[in-house]
Antibody, heavy 117, light 110 residues
Framework: QVQLQESGPGLVKPSETLSLTCAVSAHSSSSGYYWGWIRQPPGKGLEWIGSIYDSGSTYYNPSLKSRVTISIDKSKNQFSLKVSSVTAADTAVYYC??????????WGQGTLVTVSS | QSALTQPPSASGSPGQSVTISCTGTSSDVGGYNYVSWYQQHPGKAPKLMIYEVSKRPSGVPDRFSGSKSGNTASLTVSGLQAEDEADYYCSAYGGSNSFVFGSGTKVTVL
């Protein structure tokens, strides 16, 4: 059973950078898969943010590409998300997930990030 | 990359069937057989219910089925049960390693 756990600050000030980490369970290596970040503003739908392969290749939603960076640390079995220049519109529950082929089969529980001064 | 279109709500009585549509374009839903469906209960993470249009992951009841015609995919829940009441989201591969989600449908069991 694959387990993912998001972590990071729950409150970020406008114009600053949002940083989150997703830890992948020790008994499931991060090697050989794609991994992704998806977010959900309160009361709204899901939005794909981007994906990363264990080789480091990254793919981003064009609407967020200029502000998003996803990276991976295989030695720690974790991958990370950074969103720069955040505004209130970036307030959302952020999920990390495993991307198997072209679907997300395992998800973290999600973490709420609020952008507010 | 616009969100896929889903009806905001759908409902049915226990034991009945409900079908949810998911409309995209020839660049996503219509272009690949890579449509997946996710169930989300309030305050919980999404759960994969269907992948590659009509395949069910292990542990998902066969009451859940998926299909696709042209630019529209569908999820059917047969024999509705109380625990099926949730939000449902479709997702499609959009080419070039990109993905798009649907707007979501709230299913109510009457």
């Amino acid at each position: 059973q694959v387990q993912l756990q998001e972590s990071g600050p729950g409150l970020v000030k406008p114009s600053e950078t949002l940083s989150l980490t997703c830890a992948v369970s020790a008994h499931s290596s991060s090697s050989g898969y794609y991994w992704g970040w998806i977010r959900q503003p309160p009361g709204k739908g899901l939005e794909w943010i981007g994906s990363i392969y264990d080789s480091g290749s990254t793919y981003y939603n064009p609407s967020l590409k200029s502000r998003v960076t996803i990276s991976i640390d295989k030695s720690k079995n974790q991958f990370s998300l950074k969103v720069s220049s955040v505004t209130a519109a970036d307030t959302a529950v952020y999920y990390c997930a495993r991307l198997r082929d072209v679907h997300f089969d395992y998800w973290g529980q999600g973490t709420l990030v609020t952008v507010s001064s | 990359q616009s969100a896929l279109t889903q009806p905001p709500s759908a409902s049915g009585s226990p034991g009945q069937s409900v079908t949810i549509s998911c409309t995209g374009t020839s660049s996503d839903v219509g272009g690949y057989n890579y449509v997946s469906w996710y169930q989300q209960h309030p305050g919980k993470a999404p759960k994969l219910m269907i992948y590659e249009v009509s395949k069910r992951p292990s542990g998902v009841p066969d009451r859940f089925s998926g299909s696709k015609s042209g630019n529209t995919a569908s999820l059917t829940v047969s024999g509705l049960q109380a625990e099926d009441e949730a939000d449902y989201y479709c997702s499609a591969y959009g080419g070039s390693n990109s993905f798009v989600f649907g707007s979501g449908t709230k299913v109510t069991v009457l």
